[in-house]
Every structure is written in C-alpha cells, then in structure tokens.
C-alpha cells in the first residue's frame, strides 16, 4: 500500500482559496488513481474529484466544476487540490485516497490519508 498524509487545510471566508496536498510514500505513486474525498458533519463520505495515473484526465462532482482543480506531480510523489470560490457548504474533513482502478467509491479505495479539516465561514 501507498501510505498518505494530507495538508493545507484551515479556515477561510466565503469565496477564498485554499489548496490541499497530499504526500505519497510507500508504493509507486504514479501507479494509482487518485482521489480527493470530503465528508462534513453527520454526513456520508463523498465523491469530489479524482485523476489519472498521469494527470490528462479528471472527473469532479458536479457542485465543484468550475471552482476546484485537482493535478499531481509524480516526481514529487504529491496530489493537490486547488480549491477556489469556497462557499460554507464545502466545509468538511477532506481525505485523499489511492485506487488501483478509475472510479469514485469509497469502498474501493486502496490507501487513505487521515484527513484535513476545511472550514468555509459565512
């Protein structure tokens, strides 16, 4: 397994930008999907964004088209999440995952991170 830890979260006003890091150590990083994940209070974890092993392709959840970015740089082993526009229903505890495969379920995922805290004030 890949071993993850994330960073960059904090707290920020409505419309402000924050980007997430992911350092990646362990298996090759390049070999793995990755995924952002989020999951806010009460609620269940979910979908935002997810890259290809070699960044040409991304996917997001629809409510952050537009506003969120996500990208990796292999030689650095790191995965980023560029998070612009934030409004307070982004607020959550924002994972990154590993997967062998292309897909946005959680359950599939290979490796986790422990989590960052994002928190957008009104």
């Known amino acids: 397994q890949v071993q993850l830890v994330e960073s960059g979260g904090g707290l920020v006003q409505a419309g402000g930008s924050l980007r997430l890091s992911c350092a990646a150590s362990?298996?090759?990083?390049?070999?793995?999907?990755m995924v952002w994940f989020r999951q806010a209070p009460g609620k269940e974890r979910e979908f935002v964004a997810i890259?290809?092993?070699?960044?040409?392709?991304?996917s997001y959840e629809d409510s952050v088209k537009g506003r969120f970015t996500i990208s990796r740089d292999n030689a650095k082993n790191t995965l980023y999440l560029q998070m612009n526009n934030l409004k307070p229903e982004d607020t959550a505890v924002y994972y990154c995952a590993a997967r062998t495969s292309w897909g946005k379920s959680a359950a599939a995922a290979d490796s986790w991170g422990q989590g960052t805290q994002v928190t957008v004030s009104s």
């Open positions: 362990g298996r090759t990083f390049s070999n793995y999907y």
């Open positions: 890259i290809n092993w070699s960044g040409s392709i991304t």
